[in-house]
């Protein structure tokens, strides 16, 4: 069983991004919600060690599964899968191939690669705004020390303004 030295010893992949404010927002790729800011990118490296740290140190506590870095994922992927399919859909897609005049294989790559890249285009803008929601949460919550503070009033008005967004203009208020 592996212990916290030899899972900081890996080559996980960091991900640092400079934000609007000036700070750096940093988090481990492989480890859902491990992240950090820093005022600089050499302290926003620094401080994601200590993340790194507790995030691996809190699910080794708890039994967790703490994931492999990209690099030493142990798969292999051969490129070739089977996917079974309804015939019509294979007459709509074989039909499609012909007249684009390439094959079956080539259309249906084409397709899935199109629909990959707009499934990570979303999931990474999802993420982001994630992330940029929690450290704006968590900047109006604590001060410097960490200490928890009070919110304005303003701050409570803007908070229930934004429970409104998934209406629907159309739909008539009761």
């Known amino acids: 069983m592996k212990k916290i ?10 991900e640092l991004t400079k934000e609007e404010d000036g700070s750096y927002f940093i988090s481990v790729k492989e480890l859902d919600g491990c992240f950090s800011v820093g005022d600089t990118a ?11 740290k507790t ?8 039994g967790l599964p703490i994931p492999e870095p990209e690099s ?3 798969k292999s992927y051969s490129g ?23 094959s079956l294989n080539h259309h ?7 629909k990959c890249s707009i499934i990570e285009t979303l999931n990474k803008i999802i993420g982001s705004f994630a992330a940029s929601r929690e450290r704006q949460f968590t900047k109006s919550l604590t001060s ?5 503070e009070h919110q ?23």
């Open 144 to 148: 410097g020390a960490g200490r928890l």
């Open 152 to 174: 304005n009033e303003s701050q409570k008005v803007a908070w229930k303004s934004q429970a409104n967004v998934m209406d629907f203009p159309n739909r008539k208020r009761m």
């Open 5 to 14: 030295e030899d899972y900081l010893k890996l080559p996980y992949t960091l």
């Open 55 to 62: 995030w691996i140190s809190f699910s080794l506590e708890k």
């Open 42 to 52: 050499v302290e926003a490296l620094e401080m994601i060690e200590d993340a790194k």
């Open 80 to 102: 070739r899968f089977v996917v079974r399919v309804t015939p019509s859909l294979h007459r709509m897609l074989s039909l499609q191939a012909k007249s684009n005049g390439v």
């Open 72 to 74: 030493m994922d142990s």
């Open 108 to 114: 249906v790559t084409e397709i899935l690669s199109g």
